[in-house]
Each structure stands twice: as structure tokens, then as C-alpha cells.
């Protein structure tokens, strides 16, 4: 028996270790996933642009939105259509559906990578550790972009990394650089974390500057490709959705809030004590001033900020060595406390977020007989359609048509006239109402449509006369939808 008891004593002895080892990756994963899967459901248009462009590159057209249209520049991420390829050859949502997983397991692996770091900062106490992962898994942007289906949760998942890699400046400047290429508003963010790293490394100036270097190369490949495939070094998106420096400085300070965990970072003294948490905030904040300057961004739930937000968690540990413990506890209850704020006061914002990939599967399966035969269809929102139908599409906001893109206006009031309606020989037309038609789908009530763009077409006579309301398509439960209009044969001595 006193054998036994040995025996189980030198087991117990050696589980304890590995327990122990395994809780705060545990904790990190559990802070990522469990608020990640919250939002499962949640997903963006755009998200279904880059499937299209993987999907035409799965099956061997190329980099193109149309089928048999040219080559565009329509995916502001460069490689991701490239990451998607491989599983792009099923039906749209089903591609869709394995981003968003890959997204998830990407995120969940961030979560545990930074949860494993945490494990390692003895200093830090336990409690202001565990308060960190709770403002983590209290912003609800960082959980809804994780399943989007976007390349958001890859481009968190390395930059995580990048500013883990504090003690090799030359790794987290390739980490950083490979976040530019998916996300270019990221380049200064990249080139300022890589040289504050190295700073913060106490290398000399030529390998600081070797650094920054490294970290815009891979953001300078795709401008280069960008440029020689399509004579422009910027993505085309800089053009078709060109931001106002206001609503930039509006995006960048709500994103600062909602995404709760920069509360956390508000410690000058303890940052300007510790360098390599110092390096981490200065280039977030240089991440903010470059929002500021692209204007922002019209999707929901801070998109553009998720990525940076892993990081300034690690920041806040680090700082806690340099911190005292009340002014740390204090940030730990006060983003706590803001998180749990914004989750009860956004619940329907929330909870509508989590149900947009069902509205759009629904929109998407009720278009598919509507659109069958169909060759040309235009629209402002290219995503849900590109999974609709495979006939080419008029991109009436530009994100994939240059010519549409250089028109004057912004993302939803590009001034697309009848006649150049007219050039691209649309047989069907879909008009987006948030608040349905009140008259009824044959008074094509022309006052329904809020965007410029669409209300612009819903007024000029010439549209009227070549297309008619033929369907009516709902988004949701709230009375959304979109009026399909189909072309009417051309009429005696018209020619369409």
C-alpha cells in the first residue's frame, strides 16, 4: 500500500506541472472561443467578394468578380482569395462557412498563444491577468470579426504573434509586415512596432532601421503587384469607398471604446517603464492616426481595429510589473465594467449581428430561381448577389469595376447614371428598401430608396420605362429587402 501511495504521490507530483502549464493557455483559448462562438451567425457583404474571387480561382478563371469579365482589383486583402482557394471549389456559403471556422480556430489559437505568454510574466499577478482576458472576451468586436469569414481573425492571429515576439525584433518585423499585406492600413502600425521592438531590444540604429524595412517589405510586394497587374499601387477599394478625415476620426474613437481592452493601456508611467509594452501601445497608436486618415470603414463592429487589440493585452500585462497594483485593478474593473456596459446596452445590436449570415442564406435562397437566366444584374451590394447568381455583375458601388470606382461620389451615391446603366446592358436591376415599399412592389415607390446611388435610378424616367418590378426579396424580419427589377423588351425603335 505505502508503494501505491509513492507511486500516486510521484504521479500527482508530476500532473501539477503540467496543470499548471496548461491553465492560462487554457484561459486564453476559453477568453477567445467561448465569445467567438457567442457570435456565431455574424458575418459581413464583403466577406462573399473574396469567396467569388477564390472561387473563379479554384476552378482555374483567375483572379477576376466575373466569370468571363476582366481581371480587378476588387479583394483589399491581396492574399486572402489565395488562402481560400483550396476549399473555394464548393457552393458559396459552404466556402464561407469554412472561413469562418478557419477564422475560429485561428482566433482560439491566438487566444491560447497569448494566454501560454501570459504564463510566463511571474510578475504579473494572477488577478490582473485573469482581468485582462475578461476585457478580451467582453469586446464583442473582436468576437463577431473572428467568424465573419474575413481575413480579420488571421491578420489578429499575426499580429498577436508579432507582438509576442518582443525579444526577436526581426521576427515580429516579418509577423507584422505579413499583417500589412492582408490589412494595408496597417503599414505604419507594422513599420512602428517593428522598429520599437528593436529599440526596445537595445539594437543599433541600422538594425532598427533593417526592421521597419522588413516589415513594410511584404506591404510594398503588393502594392508592386497591385501596380503591374492593374496600373494602381493602391486596392482599388481606396478609390471606390474614399473616406472623409471627420468620419475617420469618429470611426477611430468609438473604435478606441467598443473594443473595450485599450482601457487597460492607460498607464503612462508604468509603459514608459517597460519597453517593449511601450513599443506595443505607441504603435497602436499610430494604428488609430492611420483609421483617422483612410476614414474609417462602413462595416460593423470596429473591424479595423480588431487586429491590434490581442496586443495591447499582452501590453497590459507586461505593464503590470511597473504598475501599481490598485491603478491596475482599477483598469481591470473599469474595462470590465465598460465591457459588460456595452454588451447590455448593444444586446439588439448584438443580437441582430448574430443573425445575419441566416438573413443573407435566406435573401441568397429566395434570389436563385429569381436570377436563373439572368446575364447581366446590377446592384450596390455585390457580396449577397455574387452568391446568388453566377451571371457577370454591374457593381454599382465599384469595389470590383474600376471605371464605376473613379466616378465621383462615395461607396453608396457613386454618381451611376442611366446611360452608363444603360452601357453595361443590365437585364436585372436590384434595389435595396430598409423599410419595404409601403405602396406595394407595383408602385415602385421611388421615396423607398435611402442610398444615393439607387434613388438616383429609381427616379430617372428612362429606367422606369426599360425595367420592371418583378419580385420583391426580404432581408430579414424587419421589413428590409430588395425590389428585383427585370428589363422589359425594348420597345418599338428603342434599343436597350
Given at each position: 500500500m505505502d508503494v501505491l501511495f509513492g507511486v500516486m504521490s510521484r504521479i500527482g507530483h508530476g500532473v501539477r506541472p503540467l496543470l499548471a502549464a496548461a491553465f492560462w493557455p487554457a484561459i486564453g483559448a476559453m477568453a477567445a472561443l467561448v465569445p467567438a462562438l457567442a457570435m456565431h451567425g455574424f458575418t459581413v457583404d464583403d466577406a462573399l467578394i473574396a469567396v467569388r474571387y477564390a472561387h473563379?480561382?479554384?476552378?482555374?478563371?483567375?483572379?477576376?468578380?466575373?466569370?468571363?469579365?476582366?481581371?480587378?482589383?476588387?479583394?483589399?486583402?491581396?492574399?486572402?482569395?489565395?488562402?481560400?482557394?483550396?476549399?473555394?471549389?464548393?457552393?458559396?456559403?459552404?466556402?464561407?462557412?469554412?472561413?469562418?471556422?478557419?477564422?475560429?480556430?485561428?482566433?482560439?489559437?491566438?487566444?491560447?498563444?497569448?494566454?501560454?505568454?501570459?504564463a510566463s510574466v511571474s510578475v504579473a499577478p494572477a488577478w490582473a491577468k485573469l482581468g485582462a482576458f475578461a476585457a478580451l472576451a467582453l469586446s464583442v468586436p473582436v468576437a463577431a470579426h473572428a467568424v465573419s469569414g474575413m481575413e480579420t481573425p488571421v491578420a489578429t492571429a499575426l499580429a498577436t504573434a508579432a507582438a509576442l515576439a518582443g525579444r526577436r525584433p526581426r521576427v515580429a518585423a516579418v509577423l507584422a509586415g505579413l499583417v500589412a499585406s492582408l490589412r494595408p492600413e496597417t503599414a505604419p502600425w507594422a513599420c512602428v512596432l517593428a522598429a520599437g521592438l528593436a529599440i526596445a531590444a537595445r539594437e543599433s540604429a541600422w538594425r532598427v532601421a533593417l526592421s521597419s524595412a522588413t516589415a513594410l517589405a511584404p506591404f510594398t510586394c503588393c502594392a508592386i503587384v497591385r501596380a503591374l497587374a492593374w496600373g494602381h499601387p493602391a486596392p482599388l477599394a481606396l478609390m471606390a469607398k474614399p473616406g472623409e478625415l471627420r468620419e475617420g476620426m469618429a470611426y477611430a474613437a468609438v473604435a478606441s471604446v467598443v473594443t473595450v481592452v485599450p482601457v487597460l493601456v492607460l498607464a503612462p508611467v508604468a509603459l514608459l517603464r517597460t519597453p517593449v509594452a511601450l513599443a506595443i501601445v505607441v504603435a497602436a497608436l499610430s494604428h488609430v492616426g492611420a483609421l483617422v486618415v483612410v476614414g474609417g470603414d462602413w462595416m460593423p463592429f470596429a473591424r479595423l481595429m480588431v487586429p491590434v487589440i490581442p496586443g495591447l493585452v499582452w501590453a497590459a500585462i507586461l505593464a503590470c510589473e511597473r504598475s501599481r497594483p490598485a491603478a491596475t485593478a482599477a483598469r481591470a474593473i473599469a474595462a470590465s465594467a465598460l465591457g459588460v456596459a456595452l454588451v447590455v446596452g448593444s444586446s439588439g445590436i448584438v443580437e441582430d449581428g448574430r443573425g445575419v449570415?441566416?438573413?443573407?442564406?435566406?435573401?441568397?435562397?429566395?434570389?436563385?430561381?429569381?436570377?436563373?437566366?439572368?446575364?447581366?444584374?446590377?446592384?450596390?451590394?455585390?457580396?449577397?448577389?455574387?452568391?446568388?447568381?453566377?451571371?457577370?455583375?454591374?457593381?454599382?458601388?465599384?469595389?470590383?469595376?474600376?471605371?464605376?470606382?473613379?466616378?465621383?461620389?462615395?461607396?453608396?451615391?457613386?454618381r451611376v447614371d442611366a446611360a452608363i446603366l444603360r452601357s453595361r446592358s443590365p437585364d436585372a436591376l436590384l434595389l435595396y428598401a430598409p423599410r419595404g415599399l409601403p405602396g406595394g412592389l407595383s408602385s415602385w415607390d421611388r421615396a423607398a430608396y435611402p442610398r444615393v446611388v439607387e434613388a438616383r435610378l429609381a427616379a430617372d424616367e428612362s429606367i422606369a420605362a426599360r425595367f420592371e418590378p418583378s419580385a420583391w426579396l426580404p432581408l430579414g424580419t424587419r421589413g428590409a429587402g430588395y425590389v428585383l427589377l427585370r428589363a422589359a423588351g425594348p420597345r418599338s425603335g428603342e434599343k436597350m
Open positions: 473563379h480561382l479554384a476552378v482555374g478563371l483567375g483572379w477576376r468578380f466575373n466569370a468571363h469579365g476582366p481581371s480587378t482589383d476588387g479583394v483589399t486583402p491581396l492574399p486572402w482569395p489565395l488562402l481560400l482557394a483550396p476549399m473555394a471549389r464548393a457552393e458559396p456559403l459552404v466556402v464561407l462557412e469554412r472561413a469562418q471556422a478557419l477564422g475560429l480556430v485561428a482566433w482560439t489559437a491566438t487566444g491560447a498563444l497569448l494566454g501560454r505568454a501570459a449570415m441566416a438573413d443573407r442564406s435566406a435573401l441568397i435562397a429566395s434570389a436563385l430561381p429569381l436570377l436563373k437566366g439572368a446575364s447581366r444584374v446590377a446592384g450596390l451590394d455585390i457580396g449577397w448577389l455574387g452568391a446568388a447568381t453566377e451571371a457577370d455583375i454591374v457593381d454599382l458601388a465599384g469595389l470590383t469595376d474600376p471605371e464605376i470606382a473613379a466616378l465621383p461620389g462615395g461607396h453608396t451615391s457613386k
